[in-house]
């Protein structure tokens, strides 16, 4: 258990629609990174939050937003969403140095 | 960007015996490179990592090589057991001045009994 919580585990959803992914960092950790996994991608990193203020961002697209709130948890929002977007999203977790711990992710699939 | 190459994507070791993944990496400003190893439906868990600092390390049976001016490390794992099979992730990253984790594409160890 790498102190990284998630949640859904898994989320089913049509196109069209958006949905709301949730991250609790470890505890004492500020940043948190939000990365995708597709089986043609690979790990692909998103976005990162640190204490509350977007630090950098990858190929998030733009249907995609992220926040990280005042007690460091972080939401992933997706909208207009489309089959390709069906992946596993992780977040991970660091204390501002490099290393980084990811949750159990959240496995969404869109129908 | 960075981009990190990953060889090879599938391995195949009978239990025992050593394995060896390599992975490159483009940008020379990268500085963190971590190992994650990830079981099917599983988070990517770390197992270890290394700093441009260091040329080598080791834990128990796992030890990361790296090299700067080749801009190349590796992952070596001996006495491989069963529960090592898994899908092994090299990283890098410019640590404090843009962590963002950069990844290889992966290679699917499975260890034969």
């Known amino acids: 258990d790498s102190g990284v919580t998630q949640t859904p585990k898994h989320l089913i959803t049509a196109t069209g629609q958006r949905v709301t992914l949730r991250c609790s960092p470890r505890s004492g950790d500020l940043s948190v990174y939000w990365y995708q996994q597709s089986l043609d991608q690979g790990l692909q990193f998103l976005i990162q939050y640190y204490n509350g203020e977007e630090r950098a961002k990858g190929n998030i697209l733009e249907r995609f937003s992220a926040q990280q709130f005042p007690d460091l948890h972080s939401e992933l929002n997706l909208s207009s969403l489309e089959l390709g977007d069906s992946a596993l999203y992780f977040c991970?977790?660091?204390?501002?140095?490099?290393?980084?711990?990811f949750g159990p992710g959240t496995r969404l699939t869109v129908l | 960007g960075e981009n990190v190459e990953q060889h090879p994507s599938t391995l195949s070791v009978q239990e025992g015996d050593s394995a060896v993944i390599k992975c490159t990496y483009s940008?020379?400003?990268?500085?963190?490179f971590p190992w994650y190893k990830q079981e099917l439906g599983k988070r990517p868990q770390l197992i270890i990592d290394i700093r441009s600092n260091v040329g080598e390390k080791k834990d128990q049976r796992i030890a990361v090589t790296l090299n700067k001016t080749a801009k190349h490390f590796s992952l070596h794992i001996t006495e491989t057991q069963p529960e090592d099979s898994a899908v092994y992730f090299c990283?890098?990253?410019?640590?404090?001045?843009?962590?963002?984790?950069?990844f290889g594409g992966g290679t699917r160890v499975l260890v034969k009994p």
């Open positions: 991970a977790s660091g204390v501002g140095s490099d290393t980084q711990y």
């Open positions: 940008d020379s400003a990268s500085n963190y």
């Open positions: 990283a890098a990253s410019k640590g404090a001045a843009g962590n963002k984790l950069t």
